[in-house]
Each structure stands twice: as C-alpha cells, then as structure tokens.
C-alpha cells in the first residue's frame, strides 16, 4: 500500500462571504458543492461499501477547501472565476428568501453577473487557477 500523500493537480474551494451567520455557512456549502458534483463528473469519486456490504453513496474525490471574505473579495472573485471559464456555482442573498429551485433559478436570472449580491461562490479547476480566483481571501476559520 502505498503511504504517499495522494496530491491532486485540481482544487475544489468555496468562498463564503465573510458576515453570514453558521447556519447560512453550512447551507451555501451544501447547495454550492452539490452544483459542482452534478456537473463535474470526474470530481466525485467510487461508490463506498463497509465491512457487512452496506452501499453509500460517492463523495469527492478529494478535499473541499473553504474560504471567506469580504463582499468585494467574494465579486472580484467571481469575477476571476468567470474570465478564466471555470465550472462554477454562486449562492445569491436572494435565495434565502426563496423555497424552491425553480424561484431560485429565477432570483438568480433577475440579475445581471456584476450586480449579484453573492453569499457563496464555489469554484473547480486546475490548482494554480483556482488560487487565482481565492486571491485575497483566508482559509475560515
């Protein structure tokens, strides 16, 4: 068996903004990476099985690393994420308001990319790119 750290050339991140309450954290998180597992095929990784054959479902096949920042850190990030094309989901304040994904669709199409009041932003891509995007962020707490 080989004890090498497995290092892997991509990063999954999510930025949070900095002054949501621990709840609205866990939630944007949970909403944020599910984007990217649904879409992004080859970050998710083989089905788990214990001992008495009991499936689970996949995971990611590596680490969700999680950040925060200020409101203008988390737009210019955004904005970063968006010119470089990478596989991204945002969380908008508007959909705490909401109940549904079809309402949250529709906050999110009533608003023009520069002029979204994001919460959350996750983003996927190769390591270097994906510290691009965080820059000027910190690792939460």
């Known amino acids: 068996m080989n004890a090498e750290p497995l290092r892997f050339d991509t990063k999954i991140a999510v930025l949070l903004r900095e002054d949501l309450e621990p709840w609205q954290r866990l939630n944007v998180t949970a909403f944020l990476v599910s984007?990217?597992?649904?879409?992004?095929?080859?970050?998710v990784g083989e089905p788990y099985e214990d001992a008495d054959g009991v499936a689970y479902l996949p995971m990611f096949r590596q680490p969700v690393l999680i950040f925060?920042?200020?409101?203008?850190?988390?737009g210019a990030a955004?904005?970063?994420a968006l010119s470089r094309a990478l596989p991204r989901?945002?969380?908008?304040?508007?959909?705490f308001s909401t109940g549904n994904d079809r309402d949250n669709r529709a906050a999110v199409r009533a608003v023009r990319s520069g002029e979204l009041?994001?919460?959350g932003l996750a983003v996927y891509g190769p390591r270097n790119a994906v510290d691009k995007v965080m820059k000027g962020s910190r690792m939460h707490p």
């Not at 984007?35 to 970050?43: D, F, Q, R």
């Not at 989901?89 to 959909?95: K, R």
Request: aromatic share 4%.
């Open 78 to 80: 955004h904005a970063r």
């Open 35 to 43: 984007g990217l597992g649904a879409t992004v095929p080859e970050v």
């Open 117 to 119: 009041d994001l919460v």
């Open 89 to 95: 989901a945002l969380f908008t304040s508007d959909l």
């Open 68 to 74: 925060e920042g200020s409101k203008e850190v988390l």
